[in-house]
């Protein structure tokens, strides 16, 4: 009896601690980086099939903001301003229809959604924060997501064109399909997933570039792969005209 009473006591302590955690964290987000995080339900996407649940785990919740706040603190001081984004929703259960997803970009409502109760590990929490947030931002650059810019296109191998977009993986024929390894399969490219459309290529790339124990990668792919070097640097240098960040930040984070 008195055991169970212990462990009571010790859930409702973590408990109070995660949570007064959280409020500091929050907290943080709104004081240095100008984001609000949401918890609860009140934001509805613009996108009527987008929908979620509340956080109910104050633990997972202190842990995944924690990273976030992190990664996001690696951006330059003017980034989020620059780029409008006001809301964070932290949440459960993130679906586009029946489609499970980790997060769900929505520059409309000013507004990143990401699910934090599925079970992935560190890594790939983080290239999803920086390849998501980098959707986001090309919203920003060009007023929609899915701007094929020409001068993209150019540093292309000659007569290279890439499929419908991200969502084809998702289609249940290309399940079975290894789009995420790092295996540079075209002059040019990171990985599959990179030729699917070019804003993923472009949030691939973004996502290597902020990740702390994957950056290193995408510069030995950039020595042997001259294409893929100068979408990098190409990348590089429209953060740093948006960041407004006349000394290169950018370019000191990624030598290539
Ligand atoms: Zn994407």
Same mark, same amino acid.
């Given at each position: ?32 980086l ?26 997972r ?27 964070i929703?932290?949440?459960?259960? @993130?679906?586009? *229809? /029946?489609? !499970? ?9 000013? =507004? $990143?959604?990401?699910a ?14 920086h ?89 030995e @792919?950039?020595? *042997? /792969?001259? !294409? ?9 240098? =429209? $953060? ?12 000191y984070?990624?030598?290539?």
């Amino acid at each position: 009896m008195r055991h169970k009473k212990l462990f009571f006591l010790i859930v409702i302590l973590t408990f109070n601690l995660s949570f007064s955690s959280v409020k500091d964290l929050t907290n943080e987000f709104k004081n240095k980086l100008g984001i609000e995080i949401i918890l609860d339900t009140t934001v509805v996407s613009t996108w009527p099939l987008v929908h979620y649940k509340k956080p109910s785990d104050y633990c997972r919740l202190e842990t995944y903001l924690k990273i976030l706040k992190f990664e996001f603190e690696k951006y330059p001081k003017e980034y989020f301003k620059n780029i409008d984004l006001q809301k964070i929703v932290i949440c459960n259960d @993130l679906k586009v *229809k /029946d489609v !499970k997803r980790a997060a769900v970009p929505d520059p409309e409502k000013h =507004t $990143l959604f990401f699910a934090i109760n599925s079970n992935y590990n560190r890594s790939y929490l983080v290239h999803v924060m920086h390849h998501e947030l980098h959707h986001f931002t090309e919203d920003t650059l060009w007023d929609t997501m899915y701007y094929k810019w020409k001068r993209w296109n150019r540093k292309n191998i000659r007569k290279f064109e890439y499929s419908a977009g991200g969502h084809i993986a998702y289609f249940d024929e290309n399940k079975k399909v290894d789009w995420y390894t790092l295996n540079n399969p075209i002059k040019g490219f990171l990985n599959l997933y990179s030729t699917t459309g070019q804003e993923e290529d472009r949030c691939e790339i973004v996502a290597l570039m902020m990740h702390d124990s994957k950056r290193h990668l995408l510069i030995e @792919l950039c020595q *042997k /792969d001259g !294409k893929l070097k100068r979408k990098t640097k190409l990348m590089m240098r =429209t $953060l740093d005209k948006l960041s407004d960040t006349k000394k290169n930040y950018w370019r000191y984070k990624v030598i290539i």
